[in-house]
């Protein structure tokens, strides 16, 4: 995989979410069951990892970016994150306006909604992952 | 939100922001795509610095963890091949699919709880229904910000 393509990838992700884990479903259904580029156990890795970081939640991008193409992937999947957050900067100038208008909020709040739903079929799955790869070394 | 209420206290302290401020680059965090901390600290910088301030802010924001997130993972793709690492990772991912859940519900407690309940019911609903469906993590974005525009608050409209 291009590294054009991997910073799109999750860049798509990033800017789709918004919470820290909120581009994971995304993540998982481009890099994991499109391309198989990266594996259930990786993603879940990845996460991991991230969350056991001081930073922020979503930084768990890098480590995916790692996992695709090592540290150039890794470089990528930094951009990948800090991309979006310069759309603040003109959001910024137009919200200062626009915040207070019920619509704008409720838009907000059904986001975030959708986001957490969204959350939930993927920590359900690294859940289901975890138990198989432990009931496999544990011969069961 | 840890990180933004300290930011937010030494900012304060410092006089950098008020308040008001705060709030205003909050709101502003949520409704930016992408982590929420790193569009505060981009608006952050901004209002100070304008553009090289948005610049710094975001790098000192995330590089570090970067940083340290890969050399993580590089240092684990070495040596997971021990049946012992495997498992201690296997433990470790089952936690980890433990933390996305209550990240997920950090973000719908809220609205379960808040003064919009049956509306967060039925857009939780809705989000669910559309990925059992098979549409996609956008289209279902998509979609709750359409219904959330179409149905805002009655006593703030």
Request: net charge positive; with cysteine.
């Amino acid at each position: 995989m291009s590294l054009g393509l991997l910073y799109l990838l999750l860049l798509k992700a990033t800017v789709t979410s918004f919470s820290g884990m909120g581009g994971l479903p995304q993540i998982r259904q481009d890099l994991v069951s499109t391309y198989q580029v990266v594996s259930d156990e990786q993603l879940s890795r990845a996460v991991l990892l991230g969350r056991s970081t001081p930073g922020p939640l979503g930084i768990y991008v890098v480590s995916v970016g790692y996992v695709v193409r090592g540290w150039p992937g890794a470089a990528v999947g930094w951009l990948a994150l800090i991309s979006p957050a310069f759309v603040a900067v003109p959001l910024l100038l137009v919200l200062r306006r626009w915040i207070h208008l019920a619509r704008m909020r409720s838009a907000v709040d059904a986001v975030v909604i959708a986001g957490g739903t969204l959350l939930v079929p993927a920590g359900l799955l690294l859940a289901r992952d975890a138990a198989f790869q432990l009931r496999e070394l544990l011969g069961g | 939100m840890a990180a933004m209420e300290l930011m937010r206290r030494s900012l304060v302290r410092r006089q950098w922001l008020d308040e008001a401020g705060h709030a205003m680059l909050v709101a502003v965090s949520r409704f930016t795509p992408g982590t929420n901390l790193l569009a505060y600290c981009a608006a952050l910088g901004w209002m100070h610095f304008r553009g090289v301030g948005a610049a710094v802010a975001v790098v000192a924001g995330s590089l570090p963890a970067a940083l340290m997130v890969a050399a993580m993972t590089a240092a684990v793709a070495r040596i997971d091949r021990s049946p012992s690492v495997r498992t201690a990772l296997a433990v470790a991912t089952l936690v980890a699919g433990a933390l996305v859940l209550s990240s997920a519900w950090a973000l719908l407690r809220p609205h379960l709880f808040g003064s919009r309940r049956r509306w967060a019911i039925v857009a939780i609903a809705l989000a669910a229904a559309l990925y059992l469906a098979g549409a996609t993590p956008v289209r279902v974005l998509l979609a709750l910000a359409v219904l959330g525009a179409a149905t805002p608050t009655r006593e703030a409209a």
